[in-house]
Structure formats: structure tokens, C-alpha cells
């Protein structure tokens, strides 16, 4: 079709969530729900045709389109899709109706606000994905903390307020240095050039001094850190988690964790590339990724409450996803790309999951609960595979991110890759007990036995997770070879204007030690 | 700085006059600060105006008339000011029986 | 030479028939039965029948496979792709299955073996509610031990190694409500993942090495990548040591095995006994050359496997449950075949792997049908509920013997092969073993070795003694109920019995070697495997490590293997007869031990030491990580800054006091200020 | 001679009648006090040679203003002694403080030789010419009704806001 040779897929798919939303707000209460679901439905069906559609052999920017928006500034509606965007597009428009529909039987106050918000959060998040002006991608960023803060707010629980405002405060404070940093390059690209433009190209072309660079990438890279959330910056992440209805925080863990990485892929590495190759600069970056890693896992390990234990896995998780982004080779960058997908899957599940238990019992401290596999085998079966794919067990989607991206940075930082393999130890130490100690033992409360097994809807609901989890456990290729083009585009980048990317690509280009490869394609 | 005021101008007397006019202004402001009644506040605030009109006076010698000019202004926007402010009392006093400054917080919502 | 046989076949090129059915028939029936588990919960006959049949099914493909090999000359491997599983830049890593002499009599022992216990299991589990369920992990399990010894590289290899881990996982918390069997459920998997961790270390090595990982590719240029000796290679097979100690239960991560027999006895013998547990073993027969290369970690894993081998034995001499002695045992004679594989012996460390899986399957599914027994007389017999104790107690049992003669007879079989008695399966193994850890210049690990076989003698006859012989004590000692209740176990689970213990009998026949000086020499075996450990072999021979045809004291291999095996008769003569005519307590009225054998009882109190040392702290750092760094630090600052600027607020806010009095010393503290800056 | 005493006398009485002022507890006798200033101001605003605004600070001030205040005083029956009324010791502080600033300024302004300098014009020569010229009243009135006519209409409209507001703040709500 057409539309997916242009500008207009994406553009609808800005566009759709916005009428939704407001269709939601002025349709009867009861109806909200059915709107919401039906416009996600939509915006998923009419997004997957992009999967085949993108041409992956192509490293630059697809259905691209870039209208004037405020000309004095330079500033214009300039959207496109590259191999590093596609897969967290796609995994946004996935997980929306899926969020809708968990939340059908969990949110019973204000529902039309509640689906308005999910849906101009859709907007904002798949406006953050596509944006190619620096300005444009800004207010989406911004435009996407205001639902988020409502949702955490008012349909949060009972420390929702605190949890609200510190997620809100804590984004905001990193993005405001963000927009300094956009402004400063903006400026910079006026005093290069003497015209004003926000656009992505015209800064990929600047030239900016080391130094600069540094303070620049500074900005960027607090603002992402805060996102991601890396250490020390990750404690915003547990409460709003807790806080947060069950569809906050399957779209927090499962697309909003991604736009920190998202934003060092696409803005702070290949913008500045001499800072974010400079020495001290990776170092920095690739120890606090593996004190994500490690700190993570270890205080999931001791939380009582399910759901923050969850949260914590996030910050392990997008930890192995920061050291394969600064791992800076290919394997380390798109097993980093899959494993945000794959993170997205498995945790937004795992909220999922935990959300289903909670609207039953109204607890979620894992003490509460015990031996429940007797009464909700489908429920004990289910949180098991997913259990299973966070800690990243071969054979889910889990061990192929987590598995390339410790290749990828073992060839550039060898001991950084291998503490943070050690990581696979901590996950089963966080994730076992946790299943262990709500599915397994003796079921011996009484409230515990009068449980419902899953109904169909939410059986319904996990099948697409589940599936996937197999799916690109054992199949990664087409998600992999989407993301290629693009990602060696960058890695060529970061050599050319890099200090210390040459020595990684040199380290690709020479041919393997051994000439071979196996013998099924050899004969 | 202080010799560019040219302070000469005024003769000996005009010199006492501002001297006179500062010390009056600086016992309305002590005044003003350790008093709680508005009335006696309000006379300190008099005070004050008066010892301004002695200065403008004194500087009248110097600069021409205009000074006194300027003191026939004053003593007008004094009576206003005394007639509404002492308005303003009555109006408190009516609600509050009480005219201690430290007692009313108006000006805060 | 029986050997002649397997050659003259034509040396036809070999391709493997179907390969992809050897792993779908088992996943199918994990499938189907996973499927029931949920949809048919009750019907028992569509488990019973997928089950085992799923096995047989796969274990005749790899016999058609098996034969085709033998009679094809192959020297190398043949690889059989399915698709390829991931590709990013230089790193591509296909589905592609490894057929080779070495994975082929893997696949024969799981499929086989695997049979014969899936079909014990139709009877053992026959009452279990979770029989489908139980089904559906059993052919997962199965599922994964292929892909873990078909995986053409590492991470396919891996994803077994990690799924065998999860169906073990799944099976010893089988019964999940008993809170110590998910317990042990756990620790397996955290246990195992100490050396997954290590063997994916060793994983990013070996491509950064080799740039590939592909077992064929690095096997081949091993010996001229790597620096013989060298620190990189060291430290890779170091690395997949740590590894193979998890999986294998080694020191230091053995402990999880004991704890392991939570699980269904059938599991214990598929997995804690014949398969997964070997898996070490397997990965280093298949990684030799890259041990060749590395002294150091051959020393490493010799030391550690003849250490183990001992250490395990004398725990197994003073434990009363049954399957705990088996355990330990197990635990013993993987130590063997690590120190086989150590020494540079790789041939007969699979060789008892073999052989190992024949009788300790056999003693495990006999240990599983007294345990039936017991546990089905108390059901039904015993009103008495002080008769109720632990049915895996050894005191709880005694006197079998008059009441499960095929069991007995199976169960003596597989005890004189373990014990290494000639001419059983053991003997030829076991003894292969020892001579080699002396041949191969390790006079001290051969003495270990030595000294272990005499006391693997000893806990064996302990074991049929305490359960087989004296008198019956399951309802205590004077009662006659014992033989109103007890009986003989239906013929689904003593004919496999049978079968292996046949296979105990016979299974070391296929490699009698020429020092024995018997009157019939096979090396069948040997010629078998010798493709795959050929490049090994070769760097040996290259760095001049040969066979010394003498054993450390003097003396030729058939010498010392009349020795071995006539100490290993002895021991079993002396304990038989010393405790047979010894009084044995039951459960209840048991008193700990005292003394050295305490010490033993308790396990050296490792456990403890581990929980203490490792367990404890590590918790205490993590809680401290959260309620300190995190909570107080961290959200201290934040909330910190919070305060701050309400504090800040605040302040101003006071000054709004609304009192006319402070906004004039405000007014005048301006002034003052104005008129002081500017005048 | 008697110009300078007489001025000083002056000075000093309006500065002590000042203090004593702000340091009356009773309301009265600050508003007598008061007064006094205003007549010691009077004075030296003659001998400054502003004999018009001499004059209408004695009527405006000393009399209508001052007896406005008094009358209030009597109206809501302050007249008694309240020792509530002066603030503590640390009121006094801040007030003393700023008092001693305002007062350090102005020694600031007096370092240096401005005081010494001699004037060429001697001081109020050409006032007191204008006055000879034009009258005591003429030299006010003059630029008054020429120069700055439309501010003295201007405030003859404050002085009518001013009556409006204070009948309006005045009056009884239920009147």
C-alpha cells in the first residue's frame, strides 16, 4: 500500500491516538475502554506492515517527511524510521492494546481520562521514536511526561502522589539539561551555518569541538541516565512501578525504560561522537551499566513486595543494555536494540502478571502468597516462562539479547563483559525465590485457595507475550536483521569521528582468525 | 561620591537643617519599628514627612523655590494621607477593637 | 578382533536420517503433554502412552542413525543444519546438529536409558495428580540433553546445558508444596548457575580466539590458535571447568545434588545419575583438545575429580537415606570420570560415563521400587501411624531380599558393577580409570582413585545390606505385617530393571583392553571414539605426554586390575558380613552418630559453612544495598533536595508574615541597602 | 548670633521632642510631642527663609493634622497608657540598627571636604531676593499657579479621592 511508501503511516500513527484520546473523553464512561482497545488494535494492524515494508538493507531514514513547523527557529515536523527505531515503534503499537486490555477489570474510577491519558501517551511515545527535529522530539518527550504522571497520580495507590511528583521531578530536572544541550547545538549550527534548524541531518553535519562535545554529550547523557534509569539515577523507577496501575507500569517498563537508550543510539552517540568515545567518558558509562547490573539484581533480591522486585530487574536489565551500547560493536548494539525489545516483552508481562494477582488479592507482598500454582496452574504456568525469559534462560528472548550484548563488549572491555556475566547468578537469585515463594510451597491461606484461575481474556491477553518470547528466543533473525544496516551506519560513524571507535571497527574488519565458518555451508 | 552632593551650597544653617532633618527621620524609623500602635506608627510616618519637608526647605535655599514647592505638595498628600489612614484605623479598630499592628496579618491571604 | 566387525562396513559417506525427529519426537510429547497437563488432567492414558513413546520413538531414529555411522567410515563430523538461530556482525550461530561418534552414543545412552526409565515411570507415578505434568517435563528434560550433546556449537550446546538445568529444576520441585523440595528445586538452579556463568565467559573467550563457535572450527585449529599452555587457554578451559562442576556437582558446587533426590526417584536416576549430570564430562570429551593444551587445568580438573571422587564416598558411608548414599555415590563417580578426562584419559572417562549410566540408572530405579514398596505398605497396611516415617530411610527397610527377589538380584548386579567387581560393567571402566590416572604419571590420584573404589565397595554393601538383608523393619522390628504388604513391583518397572542390569552385566565388554591379558580383547570402543579425541591425543603426543605401561609401584595394568577388582571383593565380603550381623535401629529409634562418623553424617558441614561463608553475607550486602545505599542515600539526597527547596519556601513564605511591621524593617533594610550600595 | 542660637535652640528642641515622641507610652502625650516638633520645625523653616510653608506647617500640621489625631485618639479611647504598645528589646535592636544605619550613611556623606568648602553665592542670597521681589507669598504662589498648575489640580483631585475614601472607610456598614 501506499502509505507505507510515505511520511503518512507514521504520521497516522502520531495522529490516531490523539482522536482516540479525545473520542475517549467525550464518549460515555462505559464505552472508554472499547474505544481505547479498538484505536491500539488499529494502530497495531496498521503498524505491522511496516515490519515487512522497511527495507533493511538501507542504513539512513525511511518514510521520511520534513513540513515547516515554525520557520523562523527552523524548526519543522520532520519524521522517519531507521533500523534502530522500527523495532521500538512496532514494540510501542504491541504493547498499547495489550496494556488496554489488562486494564479492563482494574481501572473502575474515571475511566475516560484513564484511556485518554494511555492513548496521548501512545502519541508522545511513538512521536519520540520517529521525531528527526531535535525540537519535535523534545515536545514529544515532554508531551509524553504528562499522562504518565497522571496515570501514576491518580490511578496509582496509596503513595501515588509522592511517587507521581518524583518521577515527574526527576525527568524533568534531566530533560530540561536536554534542552539546553539541543538549544546549545542549534546555536552552534546557527553560528556554522547562519541559519536556525533543529533538524537531526544539519547536526550530524556540525563539526563541534572535543571539548564541547563533552559538556554536551553531559547534558544528553543525564537526561537519558535518568530514563534508562542507570545508577545512581534509578530510584524515581521502584515507586513509580509500585505506584503505578498495572497498564503505567507495562508501559513504563516496556517503552518508556527504552527512550534513555533510544536517545543515546540515535542523539548523544552519533552527534558526538568524539565525547562518547572518549575514555573516560565509556568508562564511566560502562561501570555504571554494570552497577546496574549487579546492584540491581542484588536489591530485587531482597524486596518483599513482587512488583518492586520487578522494577529493580528493570534496572539490571537496561543495565546489560547500557554496556552493550558502550560496548560500541555490532553484536553489543543490536543484542542491546533486541534486549530493549525483549525487556519490553518479558517485564511488561511480568506487570501484567503481577496486576492479574493483585486485582485478586489486593497484595502484592510476595509473603502473602504461596503454593497458588494448585489453584492457578494457567497463571503459575505463565509466570514461569516469563520468570524464565527475564533472567534470560536459552532458548527465550531473554538469553539472545543478554547473550550478544556480552559478546559484543567482551571484544572491546573484556572484564567489564565478564563481572557482568556473573549477572546470570544474581537473576536466578531474585527471580527463583520470588516464583518459588508465590507459586510453590504449601498453599496454606486460606484466601490463597479460594483464588480464580486466569479468564479468558487474560489468558488471551499473555498468549501474544508468550509467543513472542519463543518466538524470538529461537528465532531472532528478522528483528536482527533489521536493526543491522542502521547499527553498522553508526558504528562506521562513531570510527570516522571517534577517538577510540576506529580500534573496534579495525577490530571488525580484520578477517577472523579462523577462515572457516561451519561445515553445513561449506559442503 | 559625597563631595559631588556640594553640600557648601547650603550656608551653615541649611547644614544643621539636613543634619536635623536625617537624625528626625531616623527616630520616625525607630519609631515606626519598635511601636505597636498604628496611631503612634502613623504619627512616626508624620514625623518622617516633616523631617523630609526640612531638608527639602534647607535644599530650597540652594536650588530656589522650588523646594518649598515641593514641601506645599507633601503637606497636601500628607492630609490626604492622614485623613484615609486614620480612616483606615477606625474601619480596624471597628472589626478588631484593637489597633496592635502585630495583630492583623491583612496583607497576607 | 570383534572390532574387524564394526569396520568392514562400506565406507559409504554417512548422512544423518532425520535428524531433526530425534529432538522434535521428544519436544512433541513435552508438547502434548504439557498440553494435558492443563486440558485432560485426569486421563492417564494419553501420558503413559506419549510418553515413553516419544522416547522409544527418538531412541530408534538414533539407533537407524547409530548404525548408519558405524557403517560408514566418518571421520570428522557431519553437521545437519536447520536454520540459522542468530547473525550479528561477524558472529553466526546456526541450529545445527553435530553428528559424530560422540554424540551418537550420548544420544544412545539418553534415549535409551531415557526409555527404560520413562517407562518405570508409567508405573512409579501411576497415582501422581501431576502425571501429565510430570510427563511433560520428563520429555523437555530429554528435549534439551540432545540439543545439549547434538549442538553443532557453544551456545546451542548451551541452551541444552541451561534447559536440562530447568527440567531439573522443575523435577526435583516437583511436588512444589513440600517447601523444602522447592527449596533444593532452587538451589540446583542458582547452584548451576555459578558455572553457567564461567562456561559463558569461557564462551566470549573462545570467540574472541577463534571467531567463531562452532565446536568443529575450533577443535580443528585449536592446537595451532592457542599457545600450548598459555594463560588464554588456561583460563578458558578453566573457566568451562567451573562449569562442568556445577552441572557435574563437583567440589565446590556439588551440593546441590543431594538435595536434589527431593525429586521424583525416576528423575533421579534420568537426571542426577545417568544424563544431565554427565554433562560436564561431555563437554570436556568434546572440548579435549583445548584440555590438551592446557596442563594446568588438566591438572585442575584431575585433582578436583579424584578429590571429589573421595570426598563424596566417605559422606556416602554414614547416610541412611537411600538416595542420598546414591547420590553421594554419584557425586563419587563423576569424580571419576573427571579424573579421567583429566589425566588425558578421555576415552575412558565416557566409558564409565557409560557404564555409570547403566548401573546408577539401575540402582536408582531399584532404590525408587523398594521406596514404592515401602511407601505403598504403609499406605495401605499401616493403621500405625508411628510406622510412618521416612520411606527412603534405610532403616525403615531391611529384609527385601524375601520380598522383591528380582529387585534384589537387579539391585547386586548393579552393586558389584559400581563396586568394580570383574566381569561386570565397572570393572572394566572403573579399573580403566585408575590405571590410567597412574599410567599417565598422577601417583597420588591414582592411589585416591584406589582407595575410593575400596570404599565404594564398602557404602554399596552397606546400602543392599541395610535394605535387602537382615531383618524386615518397615513396621518395626517385631511386627509381621512386612510381608502381608510388601511386595514384589508390577512388571513395567522391574523389567527395565532387568534390561539394565543386563547392561550392567554386559555393557563393559565393549572395550576389554589387551593389558588384561584375557583371552578375548576388545577395543571397540576405543576405535570408536578415537575420531573425536584424535586432535587431543595428537597435541598430547606432540607436547610428549605418553602412557607409562607400568603403574606408579611397578607392576602391569592386568596386575592391578586382579588387585582392584580382588580388594573390591574383599571389601564387599568384609562389609557384608560385618554388618549383617549387626543390629540396625529404625529411623525412630535412631541416635545420631558421635564422633568422626557425625562429622560424616552431617556432610563435612559443608552446607553450613556455604550458607555462613556465602549464603548469609551475600543476603546481608544485598539488604544493605537497598535499605542503605538505596533508601537512605540515594532517595536520601533526592528527597534531601526536595526538603531543601520546601525548607527554602518555607522561609520565605515566613517573611510573608502579612504583618504591616515586618514588610517596613523590610522596607527599610532595602533602603538601607539602595542607598548603601549606591551612595 | 542670635540667629545661630536661635536656630540651634530650634534644632534641639525638635530632635529631643522627636525622641521624647516615639518614647511616650501614652498616645496623648506623643501627639503633644509631636506638635512640638512641628512648632520647632516651624521655626527653622522661618529662619531658612520659608516663611509660607513656616506658616502652613503650623496650621496644616500642628493644627488641623494633629488635632485629627487626637480627635481619633479620644474616639476609640487609646488615651490610657499600654505597655503592649513598645516592642521588646529586639525590636528596639532592629530599629536602633536601622537608625545607626541611616545615620552611618549620612556620616558617610560627610567625610571628605564638602562641609569646609566655601560657597561663592553666599547661601539664600537669591531666595531672599526673589522674596523682596515678589512677597512672602508671591514667590510660592507664583510658580504654583503658573508652572505647576495642573499638579496642584492634580492634587486637588487626590485631596477629593481622599475625602470619598474616608467617608467610605469611615462609615458604619449597617448605617
Redesign the interface.
Known amino acids: 500500500m501506499a502509505i507505507y511508501d510515505s511520511h503518512w503511516i507514521l504520521t497516522l500513527l502520531i495522529l490516531i491516538p490523539v482522536f482516540g484520546g479525545m473520542a475517549c473523553l467525550v464518549l460515555p464512561e462505559a464505552r472508554a475502554k472499547h474505544v481505547a482497545l479498538v484505536t491500539t488494535t488499529v494502530l497495531f494492524v496498521l503498524s505491522l506492515p511496516l515490519f515487512w515494508t522497511f527495507d533493511q538493507s538501507e542504513a539512513g531514514f525511511q518514510n521520511v517527511v520534513s513540513i515547516p513547523w515554525i520557520d523562523a527557529w527552523g524548526i519543522s515536523y520532520s519524521v522517519g524510521i531507521d533500523g534502530i527505531s522500527i523495532l521500538m515503534v512496532l514494540l510501542t503499537t504491541f504493547i498499547m492494546p495489550l496494556a488496554v486490555a489488562g486494564s479492563f477489570s482494574y481501572i473502575t474510577k474515571r475511566e475516560r481520562a484513564f484511556y485518554a491519558m494511555l492513548l496521548f501517551l501512545t502519541t508522545g511515545m511513538i512521536g519520540v521514536f520517529v521525531a528527526l527535529d531535535l525540537f519535535l522530539f523534545y515536545v514529544f518527550w515532554e508531551i509524553m511526561l504528562i499522562p504518565m504522571y497522571f496515570l501514576i497520580g491518580v490511578w496509582g495507590g496509596e503513595r501515588r502522589i509522592y511517587s507521581a511528583v518524583?518521577f515527574f521531578?526527576?525527568t524533568a530536572a534531566g530533560s530540561l539539561l536536554m534542552l539546553v544541550a539541543i538549544v546549545a547545538l542549534a546555536y552552534l549550527n546557527h553560528t556554522a551555518t547562519g541559519t536556525w534548524s533543529f533538524a537531526y541531518d544539519e547536526f550530524l553535519a556540525l563539526e563541534i569541538a572535543g571539548r564541547t562535545q563533552l559538556w554536551l554529550f553531559t547534558g544528553f547523557a543525564l537526561a537519558f541516565a535518568i530514563k534508562v534509569p542507570m545508577f545512581?539515577f534509578?530510584?524515581?523507577l521502584p515507586d513509580a512501578h509500585v505506584e503505578a496501575p498495572t497498564a503505567g507500569s507495562v508501559v513504563l517498563a516496556g517503552v518508556l525504560l527504552k527512550m534513555g537508550i533510544y536517545g543515546f543510539l540515535r542523539f548523544a552517540l552519533p552527534l558526538l561522537p568524539q565525547a562518547a568515545t572518549h575514555p573516560t567518558v565509556l568508562s564511566v558509562m560502562l561501570m555504571l551499566g554494570l552497577i546496574g547490573i549487579l546492584?540491581g539484581a542484588?536489591?530485587a533480591?531482597?524486596?518483599p513486595d513482587a512488583k518492586k522486585l520487578v522494577a529493580y530487574t528493570s534496572v539490571a536489565h537496561l543495565g546489560f543494555i547500557v554496556i552493550g551500547v558502550f560496548g560500541l560493536?555490532?553484536?553489543g548494539i543490536?543484542?542491546g536494540i533486541l534486549q530493549m525489545v525483549n525487556h519490553g516483552v518479558s517485564t511488561g508481562a511480568l506487570f501484567l502478571l503481577i496486576g492479574m494477582l493483585y486485582e485478586r488479592r489486593h497484595t502484592r507482598e510476595i509473603a502473602d502468597f504461596g503454593?497458588i500454582?494448585?489453584v492457578m496452574?494457567?497463571f503459575a504456568?505463565a509466570l514461569v516462562v516469563v520468570g524464565?525469559s527475564s533472567i534470560g534462560?536459552?532458548?527465550t528472548n531473554g538469553?539472545?539479547g543478554e547473550?550478544?550484548i556480552?559478546?559484543?563488549t567482551?571484544?572491546t572491555h573484556?572484564w567489564i563483559?565478564?563481572i557482568a556475566?556473573?549477572g546470570?547468578?544474581f537473576?536466578?537469585?531474585y527471580m527463583?525465590?520470588m516464583v518459588?515463594r508465590m507459586?510453590?510451597?504449601?498453599?496454606d491461606r486460606d484466601e490463597n485457595r479460594q483464588l480464580l484461575d486466569l479468564n479468558r481474556r487474560e489468558r488471551l491477553i499473555l498468549v501474544p507475550f508468550l509467543v513472542l518470547i519463543v518466538l524470538m528466543g529461537?528465532?531472532?533473525?528478522p528483528f536482527?536483521?533489521r536493526t543491522?544496516a542502521s547499527v553498522d551506519a553508526l558504528l562506521v560513524r562513531m570510527q570516522t569521528a571517534g577517538t577510540v571507535g576506529a580500534e573496534v571497527v579495525r577490530q571488525?574488519q580484520e578477517p577472523?582468525?579462523?577462515a572457516?565458518?561451519?561445515?553445513?555451508?561449506g559442503e | 561620591m559625597s563631595q559631588s552632593l556640594g553640600l557648601a551650597g547650603l550656608g551653615e544653617p541649611g547644614l544643621i537643617a539636613v543634619f536635623v532633618s536625617a537624625i528626625l527621620f531616623a527616630i520616625g524609623v525607630i519609631g515606626v519599628m519598635i511601636r505597636r500602635n498604628a496611631i503612634i506608627v502613623f504619627m512616626c510616618i508624620e514625623l518622617m514627612l516633616n523631617a523630609a519637608n526640612i531638608a527639602l526647605v534647607a535644599f530650597s535655599r540652594m536650588h530656589g523655590v522650588e523646594g518649598q514647592i515641593f514641601v506645599f505638595f507633601v503637606m497636601a498628600v500628607a492630609a490626604a494621607e492622614a485623613a484615609v489612614g486614620l480612616a483606615i484605623i477606625i474601619a480596624i479598630f471597628r472589626h478588631y477593637e484593637v489597633v496592635d499592628l502585630d495583630r492583623f496579618r491583612l496583607l497576607k491571604w | 578382533m570383534v572390532s574387524q566387525v564394526f569396520q568392514e562396513g562400506a565406507a559409504t559417506n554417512f548422512h544423518p536420517v532425520l535428524p531433526f525427529l530425534i529432538l522434535l519426537f521428544p519436544l512433541l510429547g513435552a508438547l502434548i503433554n504439557g498440553c494435558g497437563?492443563?486440558l485432560w488432567r485426569n486421563d492417564k492414558m494419553v501420558p503413559a502412552l506419549i510418553g515413553p513413546g516419544a522416547l522409544i520413538a527418538a531412541f530408534i531414529v538414533v539407533l537407524l542413525n547409530f548404525l548408519g555411522m558405524s557403517s560408514a567410515e566418518l571421520h570428522?563430523?557431519e553437521?545437519?543444519?536447520l536454520?540459522?538461530?542468530?547473525?550479528?556482525?561477524?558472529?553466526?550461530i546456526?541450529?545445527?546438529l553435530q553428528f559424530d561418534q560422540l554424540s551418537m552414543l550420548m544420544c544412545l545412552i539418553i534415549t535409551g536409558v531415557g526409555s527404560l526409565i520413562h517407562i518405570y515411570s508409567v508405573a512409579y507415578m501411576r497415582e501422581d495428580p501431576g502425571f501429565s505434568r510430570y510427563f511433560a517435563y520428563l520429555n523437555l528434560f530429554v528435549f534439551f540433553m540432545l540439543i545439549l550433546v547434538l549442538g553443532?556449537?557453544l551456545?546451542l550446546m548451551?541452551?541444552g546445558?541451561?534447559?536440562v538445568g530447568?527440567c531439573s529444576?522443575l523435577l526435583i520441585?516437583f511436588w512444589?508444596?513440600?517447601?523444602d523440595f522447592?527449596?533444593a528445586?532452587?538451589k540446583a538452579?542458582?547452584v548451576n548457575?555459578?558455572g553457567?556463568?564461567g562456561f559463558?565467559?569461557a564462551?566470549?573467550?573462545l570467540?574472541?580466539?577463534?571467531?567463531?563457535l562452532?565446536f568443529?572450527?575450533?577443535v580443528e585449529?585449536a592446537g595451532g590458535?592457542l599457545a600450548y599452555g598459555g594463560l588464554l587457554v588456561t583460563g578458558i578451559t578453566l573457566l568451562l571447568f567451573l562449569g562442568c562442576t556445577g552441572k557435574s556437582a563437583q567440589i565446590p558446587l556439588y551440593t546441590w545434588l543431594p538435595d536434589a533426590m527431593a525429586g521424583p526417584t525416576p528423575v533421579s536416576a534420568l537426571i542426577h545419575a545417568a544424563t544431565m549430570v554427565t554433562a560436564g564430562v561431555y563437554l570436556i570429551a568434546r572440548l579435549s583438545v583445548l584440555f590438551a593444551l592446557a596442563p594446568v587445568s588438566q591438572g585442575v580438573v584431575a585433582a578436583v575429580g579424584a578429590g571429589t571422587a573421595l570426598f563424596a564416598a566417605t559422606i556416602a558411608i554414614q547416610q541412611y537415606d537411600i538416595k542420598k548414599v546414591l547420590a553421594y555415590s554419584t557425586i563419587s563417580q563423576l569424580g571419576y570420570m573427571f579424573l579421567a578426562v583429566g589425566v588425558g584419559a578421555y576415552t575412558a572417562g565416557v566409558f564409565h560415563l557409560m557404564t555409570h549410566a547403566f548401573f546408577k540408572a539401575l540402582l536408582f530405579l531399584g532404590a525408587g521400587a523398594v521406596i514404592h514398596t515401602v511407601h505403598h505398605a504403609w499406605d495401605h497396611g499401616g493403621g500405625d501411624a508411628h510406622h510412618h516415617g521416612d520411606p527412603n530411610d534405610m532403616r525403615n527397610h531391611g529384609g527385601m531380599k524375601a520380598f522383591m527377589p528380582k529387585t534384589w538380584i537387579f539391585m547386586w548386579v548393579a552393586t558389584l558393577a559400581i563396586a568394580g567387581v570383574a566381569p561386570f560393567a565397572g570393572f572394566f571402566s572403573k579399573d580403566e580409570i585408575i590405571w590410567n590416572a597412574g599410567g599417565f604419571g598422577y601417583p597420588i590420584l591414582w592411589g585416591v582413585a584406589l582407595v575410593t573404589a575400596v570404599l565404594t565397595a564398602i557404602y554399596m554393601t552397606r546400602l543392599m545390606v541395610m535394605t535387602f538383608h537382615g531383618k524386615n523393619r518397615t513396621f518395626g522390628h517385631d511386627s509381621t505385617d512386612g510381608a502381608k504388604h510388601i511386595h514384589e513391583v508390577p512388571a513395567l518397572m522391574w523389567v527395565p530393571l532387568g534390561v539394565l542390569a543386563v547392561l550392567s552385566f554386559v555393557g563393559g565388554w565393549v572395550n576389554i583392553p589387551e593389558g588384561l591379558s584375557l583371552p578375548i580383547h576388545v577395543d571397540w570402543f576405543h576405535h570408536w571414539l578415537e575420531p573425536v579425541f584424535e586432535p587431543a591425543l595428537l597435541v598430547a603426543e606432540e607436547h610428549g605426554i605418553h602412557v607409562a605401561h607400568a603403574s606408579p609401584v611397578g607392576g602391569g595394568e592386568a596386575l592391578w586390575a586382579g588387585i582392584s577388582t580382588l580388594l573390591a571383593v574383599i571389601a564387599v565380603v568384609v562389609t557384608f558380613r560385618t554388618l549383617r550381623a549387626r543390629a540396625v535401629p529404625t529411623e525412630a529409634e535412631a541416635t545420631p552418630p558421635t564422633g568422626f562418623a557425625r562429622l560424616l553424617y552431617d556432610k563435612w558441614y559443608v552446607d553450613e559453612l556455604y550458607d555462613r561463608m556465602i549464603v548469609r553475607p551475600s543476603?546481608a550486602?544485598?539488604?544493605g544495598?537497598?535499605k542503605i545505599?538505596?533508601t537512605a542515600i540515594?532517595?536520601g539526597i533526592?528527597n534531601g533536595v526536595?526538603q531543601g527547596t520546601k525548607l527554602l519556601g518555607w522561609a520565605g513564605g515566613q517573611i510573608q508574615s502579612g504583618r504591616v511591621t515586618t514588610y517596613l524593617v523590610m522596607f527599610m533594610l532595602g533602603v538601607l541597602l539602595v542607598l548603601g550600595v549606591l551612595g | 548670633m542670635m540667629y545661630d542660637f536661635l536656630f540651634q535652640f530650634f534644632a534641639a528642641t525638635a530632635i529631643l521632642a522627636g525622641v521624647i515622641m516615639v518614647t511616650r507610652k501614652n498616645p496623648v502625650s506623643a501627639v503633644i510631642f509631636l506638635v512640638v516638633v512641628f512648632f520647632a520645625t516651624s521655626g527653622m523653616f522661618l529662619m531658612l527663609d520659608a516663611h509660607y510653608i513656616a506658616a502652613i506647617n503650623l496650621i496644616l500640621y500642628g493644627g488641623a493634622i494633629m488635632v485629627l489625631f487626637l480627635f481619633v485618639i479620644m474616639l476609640l479611647n487609646l488615651g490610657h497608657t499600654d505597655s503592649e504598645d513598645l516592642r521588646g528589646p529586639f525590636g528596639g535592636l532592629i530599629g536602633g540598627a536601622v537608625a545607626i544605619g541611616f545615620l552611618g550613611l549620612l556620616a558617610r556623606l560627610l567625610v571628605g571636604d564638602a562641609p569646609a568648602a566655601a560657597s561663592v553665592v553666599p547661601a539664600g542670597e537669591a531666595l531672599r531676593a526673589a522674596t523682596a521681589e515678589q512677597g512672602i507669598i508671591g514667590v510660592v504662589a507664583r510658580p504654583l499657579f503658573g508652572e505647576y498648575f495642573m499638579v496642584l489640580q492634580v492634587t486637588g483631585v487626590l485631596l477629593l479621592a481622599a475625602i470619598v475614601g474616608t467617608i467610605l472607610l469611615a462609615q458604619r456598614k449597617h448605617a
Not at chain 1, 507459586?439 to 498453599?443: A, I, T
Not at chain 3, 536454520?83 to 553466526?92: N, P, V, Y
Open positions: 518524583k521531578l526527576y545512581p534509578h530510584t524515581w546492584y542484588w536489591v533480591a531482597v524486596q560493536t555490532t553484536q543490536e543484542g503454593g500454582a494448585k496452574p494457567v504456568f524464565l534462560l536459552p532458548g538469553f539472545v547473550f550478544l556480552l559478546v559484543g567482551f571484544q573484556p563483559a565478564a556475566a556473573t546470570v547468578i537473576a536466578a537469585c527463583l525465590p518459588q507459586l510453590f510451597n504449601s498453599l529461537v528465532w531472532p533473525g536482527l536483521n543491522r571488525r577472523p582468525p579462523v572457516f565458518r561451519s561445515n553445513a555451508e | 497437563a492443563f570428522g563430523a553437521i545437519s543444519h536454520w540459522t538461530w542468530i547473525e550479528s556482525g561477524d558472529l553466526r546456526g541450529v545445527d553443532a556449537s551456545p548451551f541452551v546445558w541451561e534447559g530447568l529444576y520441585g512444589y508444596d513440600n517447601k522447592a527449596n528445586g532452587k538452579f542458582i548457575r555459578i553457567d556463568a559463558l565467559i564462551m566470549f573467550m570467540y574472541v580466539a577463534f571467531g567463531t562452532d568443529v572450527p575450533i585449529s590458535q543476603l550486602l544485598w539488604r544495598c537497598w545505599v538505596d540515594i532517595d533526592v526536595g
